[in-house]
């Protein structure tokens, strides 16, 4: 299986002690696509994002990357004693990003610039889930991973996050998103969905604009 | 003299000239200074140094005895005999300085742990948060070795009180290294803390001939606070420094430095495989499913990214099949009405890496032919 993709997972395995998490997951996350993985709780999507970020280690199997990652985790890593400014530019060190333009623009968009100075532990859950998502982004990374990154969100940030998104995919970059089951579905490229350890393909989703 | 406003202006402005820069040291400088940040935003640690250290040294001056007892000093190879409160205090602002501490360095560090795990995922040099993280260590023992050391002249005059201080400096080390290992790889900080407090206990409290009258046995030799007490007991009642037995903190020190690199390296550690995998674009062949419809017209359907469908006979003159169309390029990004405006045009480009060439025959078996030949 060769061709054309920003991410690949190849037979990847993980368990949990005895408990058998994902057994087999395969596939390709193509450029300009932005593809969803859905599943019951307790599916293994998390763990399956974790492995793909390289946070998790697979029992078995591997992760081929072709661009950088942007990783926007479920639980929100952010540290509460740093301000929503400190946080850039720790991360401006760790990408070796030349400016903030991108990361003040993401601000700007979600509505999270009026922030900039405060610490992130004085926060609400949806503000402090904003910077999460924009610490992922702030690099403009070729592949983009996140998990549930919308939870929290009012409504008008949700479609600011899938306007961004979309956008993302209209330039090429590659977006896996994990979601709840029939949460978004029609937003989606493509749709897998994990059961019992192994991806399977959904049916093509009608696609919406925002 | 530059005056305390000039100085923090020209501090802003240093830091200010750091914000863009992205070098190991300019890193490293930003790393430490958001460290140093984060504890002095710790209001519980802050709080306890500024009163805990005090109360403590005060009630144990004024409940303990002023009788005489004998300490067993490793410096003067001889038996000290000391006012039992006295001793006492050195005691318990090791005690005091090494709980602070050590809870400080395990809360932030225990606080910090995913972040700096992320950190590192995302580029950030693993030497560098150690090193700020220990900076970080080094400045926070100088200001609460310091303080208690001031605050322990206000009960007594030791002999000599910067030795004194310095052993607070190095007990602080030594249970700082402790704090950043356990904060790597306790699951809870009330594992932590009561780790913490219960080490800290055993070990000041074995070493005092007020509650150990035996307190020479080889034994304490290995208990962490060891050569700090030594040294704090002969500045507070003898002339002697010793930088020998100060020194000791030290060991512990790089002994905890080693478990804590170990334990952040594994738990930083990158799993995913970053080698940028060869480029196989335009050397691939394309996977397609041909299919004969009822019409007689056929189908090509392709299961990784659109094919370029030749009507020509081979040899194709039009050559559709060189070059291959190219994948979408990563289109600049744009400001946000630019990009929303040319969205719709360019999600219309879907990427390839092959062009298959097939003819437009109605026979199954000729599309086959020409579906094995791609």
């Known amino acids: 299986m060769t061709g054309d993709f920003s991410l690949r997972a190849v037979n990847i395995h993980k368990s949990y002690g005895t408990r058998p998490v994902l057994r087999g997951v395969d596939f390709t996350l193509r450029p300009g696509e932005i593809m969803g993985v859905i599943g019951e709780n307790g599916a293994g999507k998390t763990t399956l994002l974790r492995v793909l970020a390289g946070e998790l280690k697979a029992d078995r199997g591997e992760v081929l990357q072709r661009d950088r990652l942007g990783y926007c985790p479920q639980r929100i890593v952010v540290n509460d004693e740093l301000t929503v400014e400190q946080h850039l530019r720790y991360f401006q060190c760790a990408y070796q990003l030349d400016d903030l333009g991108r990361a003040y623009e993401l601000l700007e968009r979600l509505d999270l610039a009026k922030y900039r100075n405060r610490k992130a532990g004085v926060l609400s859950g949806g503000t402090r889930q904003k910077l999460n998502l924009t610490i992922a982004l702030m690099h403009d990374p070729g592949v983009v991973l996140m998990d549930e990154p919308y939870q929290g969100f009012d409504w008008e940030n949700y479609l600011n996050f899938w306007a961004i998104t979309n956008e993302l995919r209209d330039r090429g970059q590659s977006v896996l998103v994990i979601s709840h089951i029939a949460h978004d579905v029609e937003r989606f490229d493509r749709i897998h969905r994990l059961r019992a350890g192994r991806v399977v393909d959904e049916d093509a989703p009608e696609r919406i604009t925002t | ?374």
């Open chain 2, 1 to 374: 003299m530059t005056s305390w406003s000039e100085l923090r202006s020209e501090l802003r402005a240093f830091r200010t000239s750091l914000d863009d820069r992205t070098t190991w040291q300019a890193c490293l400088l930003k790393a430490v200074f958001f460290e140093i940040s984060q504890h002095a935003r710790n209001r519980l640690a802050l709080a306890l140094v500024v009163f805990f250290i005090p109360m403590w040294l005060g009630l144990v001056k004024g409940i303990i005895p002023s009788n005489p007892v004998d300490f067993h000093s490793a410096v003067t190879d001889g038996v000290l005999r000391v006012p039992a409160n006295e001793l006492a205090t050195i005691s318990g602002a090791i005690n005091a300085v090494t709980l602070i501490i050590g809870f400080m360095m395990f809360a932030a560090v225990r606080r910090s742990s995913d972040f700096d795990t992320r950190l590192v995922l995302a580029g950030y040099s693993r030497a560098c948060l150690l090193t700020a993280k220990l900076v970080a260590l080094v400045v926070i023992s100088v200001a609460v070795a310091s303080y208690a050391g001031v605050v322990m002249t206000l009960f007594w005059d030791p002999r000599l009180p910067w030795w004194l201080g310095f052993s607070l400096f190095m007990s602080g080390l030594t249970y700082g290294g402790m704090g950043i290992v356990l904060g790597l790889v306790l699951s809870t900080e009330l594992a932590g803390m009561f780790v913490i407090i219960m080490i800290s206990l055993v070990d000041v409290m074995i070493q005092n001939p007020v509650i150990n009258p035996t307190s020479n046995q080889d034994v304490v030799r290995f208990l962490p606070t060891y050569g700090a007490m030594q040294t704090g007991a002969a500045a507070g009642f003898t002339d002697q420094g010793s930088l020998g037995y100060a020194s000791i903190a030290l060991l512990w020190l790089v002994g905890f430095a080693c478990v804590g690199v170990a334990a952040f390296y594994l738990r930083t550690k990158d799993h995913a495989q970053h080698a940028p995998v060869p480029e196989t674009r335009g050397s691939t062949p394309a996977v397609v499913v041909v299919a004969t419809r009822a019409d007689g017209s056929l189908e090509v359907r392709s299961m990784s990214g659109p094919v370029v469908v030749c009507s020509h006979l081979a040899p194709c003159e039009t050559k559709c099949e060189v070059p291959a169309p190219r994948a979408k390029p990563r289109a600049p990004r744009r400001s946000r009405g630019a990009t929303a405006a040319a969205s719709p045009a360019s999600h219309t480009a879907v990427p390839t890496h092959t062009a298959v060439a097939t003819h437009t025959a109605a026979s199954g078996a000729t599309a086959a032919e020409a579906a094995a030949r791609s």
